[in-house]
């Protein structure tokens, strides 16, 4: 069973930072998608950044601000948060879509397994 476990949400005001950090298990695909998604209140989930083999995708909002990685060895996926705005306010979810053997998805309804999501708050 996959399990996704987020950390490092918080407080933050306009133009800070934060590190978020999803923990995956139980899974040994090779050939996988991993992304960040974002919900704010009223608003549908949306994709923020996505990473796999073939490289990664952004959100335009995000781009030049938010950097995806992961580190193999410790079956861990980060998003660097910097230039934070109110507007990037939500909760943020890790998401895994396995098996995919594609360019990495930004797309929520192509992921099958999510994390409990964990809350960023950006104040002006």
């Known amino acids: 069973q996959v399990q996704l476990v987020e950390s490092g949400g918080g407080s933050v005001q306009s133009g800070g930072s934060l590190r978020l950090s999803c923990a995956a298990s139980g899974y040994t695909y090779s050939a996988y998608s991993m992304g960040w998604f974002r919900q704010a209140p009223g608003k549908e989930r949306e994709g923020v950044a996505s990473?796999?083999?073939?490289?990664?995708e952004y959100a335009d909002s995000v781009k030049g601000r938010f950097t995806i990685s992961q580190d193999n060895a410790k079956s861990t996926m980060y998003l660097q948060m910097n230039s934070l705005k109110p507007e990037d306010t939500g909760m943020y979810y890790c998401?895994?879509?396995?098996?995919?053997?594609?360019?990495?998805?930004?797309?929520?309804?192509?992921?099958?397994?999510w994390g409990q999501g964990t809350q960023v708050t950006v104040s002006s």
């Open positions: 998401a895994a879509r396995v098996p995919w053997i594609g360019r990495p998805l930004l797309s929520p309804k192509l992921y099958n397994h």
């Open positions: 990473i796999n083999s073939h490289g990664t």
